[in-house]
């Protein structure tokens, strides 16, 4: 092999080497940059707690996390192409047994976490002009899951 040949083949390694480095690099930073992102906040109205978001993966995780601190989650999707797919922009009003509003959100999804005292609330859901509405029924020790879904 020819001083030159060598020569080639070392810079080849080390390319190599510096390359798998480079990659190593990216996916420490990445995986920095994914722990740096903030979970979502809790907003707090009167007796009422919410968290609502869960655009990206990121965040629907750091949402599922937080979901066994509320007793209610809500989950907002249109059916599109044979897929659900998630959707954020939901014109959100949950009120009280005697009408009283709990919450009223205009950009609400595509997840959202509610704690409010004991009792039954009615939840209406709007997206591209489609309301949808469920009751719910929050007891202590319980997890209610709502999942509003649009054709």
Do not use: C
């Amino acid at each position: 092999m020819s001083d030159n040949q060598a020569e080639a083949k070392m810079r080849t390694a080390m390319n190599g080497r510096w390359m798998a480095a480079a990659a190593v690099a990216v996916m420490l930073a990445a995986a920095g940059v994914a722990q740096a992102i903030p979970a979502p906040t809790a907003v707090t109205h009167g007796d009422a707690t919410y968290v609502s978001g869960g655009v990206g993966k990121l965040e629907q995780n750091a949402i599922r996390d937080m979901a066994s601190r509320y007793p209610v989650s809500m989950t907002f999707a249109k059916h599109d192409q044979g897929a659900n797919e998630f959707v954020a922009g939901v014109e959100l009003r949950v009120t009280d047994q005697s009408g009283k509003r709990v919450i009223d959100l205009n950009d609400g999804g595509p997840m959202l976490l509610l704690k409010v005292p004991d009792g039954k609330y009615t939840v209406r859901a709007e997206y591209e002009g489609r309301v949808k509405t469920q009751s719910l029924d929050v007891t202590s020790g319980h997890h209610e899951k709502l999942g509003f879904l649009w054709s």
